[in-house]
């Protein structure tokens, strides 16, 4: 169910982006998208982050994570 909305919200994505397109033009709509992304993409870290948190792991910050995946 989860996959299905996140599917549903990036087909959303795309068509708005479509829309702000025809609108304000391409370069206004690759930045609208790369928000949008990011903003989705931090809030899927956020829940994982305190998932991680509610089952007795560590809390790790940027610098950790990347040194640790190296």
Do not use: Y
């Not at 299905?4 to 025809?22: D, P, Q, Y």
């Not at 391409?26 to 903003?39: H, I, P, S, V, Y």
Request: hydrophobic share 45%.
């Amino acid at each position: 169910m989860n996959q299905i909305n996140n599917k549903w919200v990036l087909s959303l994505m795309f068509a708005a982006g479509t829309f702000i397109g025809f609108v304000k033009g391409d370069e206004a709509r690759q930045k609208w998208l790369f928000k949008m992304r990011n903003r989705d993409e931090q809030k899927r870290q956020l829940a994982e982050h305190k998932k991680l948190l509610r089952s007795g792991g560590v809390a790790l910050d940027d610098i950790e994570i990347a040194a640790f995946h190296n």
